[in-house]
Nanobody
Framework: QVQLVESGGGLVQAGGSLRLSCAANGLTFNSSTMGWFRQSPGKEREFVAVISWSGGTTYYADSVKGRFTISRDNAKNTVYLQMNSLKPEDTAVYYC?????????????????WGQGTQVTVSS
């Protein structure tokens, strides 16, 4: 059974930073593409960032490019999202997702496994 467990969310002031972690169990992690998505009230879940199994390929949503960095540690079965220069519009529940495929993907329907989400709130 695959489990993705996010942590690191919280309340931060605008301009601050947070680092999200997602620990994976029951997954062939080092051959899985990992993504981060987010959803705020009344909005659809949206793509944030994705990283290939090797870490050699990353893509970001335009809204977070230059501020967020996705990375992974295959020895720890963990993917990270470093979020800097946070803005109130970054407020959302952030979800980790896994796709057992080598091709990176930016659509939520392309991911088979999801974490429970972690709340990020950015105050102005």
């Amino acid at each position: 059974q695959v489990q993705l467990v996010e942590s690191g969310g919280g309340l931060v002031q605008a301009g601050g930073s947070l680092r999200l972690s997602c620990a994976a169990n029951g997954l062939t992690f080092n051959s899985s593409t990992m993504g981060w998505f987010r959803q705020s009230p009344g909005k659809e879940r949206e793509f944030v960032a994705v990283i290939s199994w090797s870490g050699g390929t990353t893509y970001y949503a335009d809204s977070v490019k230059g501020r967020f960095t996705i990375s992974r540690d295959n020895a720890k079965n963990t993917v990270y999202l470093q979020m800097n220069s946070l803005k109130p519009e970054d407020t959302a529940v952030y979800y980790c997702a896994a796709r057992h495929a080598s091709i990176v993907a930016r659509e939520s329907w392309q991911y088979s496994y999801w974490g429970q989400g972690t709340q990020v709130t950015v105050s102005s």
